[in-house]
């Protein structure tokens, strides 16, 4: 594949400046073991850059090659479907990577193991 250019996860973005695609799946909380986000993040921008508006069922299709055994796909399709909102809206994004106006909280806080904030 001469002239051909790779583009892989480690030049999406930097630890300081998450790309969206990377900062939805923080902030969704759609990591666990790590094996397959780098795939699903790199399918996920092609999918996206091929179709910036992707219902459920084609994030499901555009996503199907790649296999995860730790998260059941859930926090997968609501990180892509949140990062497509993010890059259709140039929302902005911390330096922390994760979205100063977003909502989801991460699954490490009180709230996701069921527990009051008193």
């Known amino acids: ?3 051909a250019e790779i583009e892989t996860i480690e030049g999406l973005g930097t630890q300081d400046d ?6 939805a799946f923080v902030d969704n909380a759609a990591l666990q073991c790590g094996f397959c986000i780098p795939g699903m993040i790199m399918q996920s ?8 508006d ?8 555009g996503l199907s090659d790649n296999l995860c055994r730790c998260t059941g796909y859930e926090k997968i399709i609501d990180a ?3 990062a497509a909102e993010r890059m259709n809206s140039d929302q902005t994004v911390a330096t922390d ?12 806080s009180q709230k996701c193991r069921g527990e009051s904030d008193e």
């Open 97 to 108: 990577g994760g979205d100063s106006t977003h909502e989801t909280m991460p699954c490490s």
């Open 45 to 52: 921008r092609s999918l996206l850059q091929d179709n910036p």
């Open 54 to 61: 992707p219902t459920e069922a084609e994030i499901r299709k």
């Open 1 to 3: 594949m001469d002239g």
């Open 80 to 82: 892509v479907q949140d």
């Open 18 to 23: 998450l790309h969206p695609i990377q900062a």
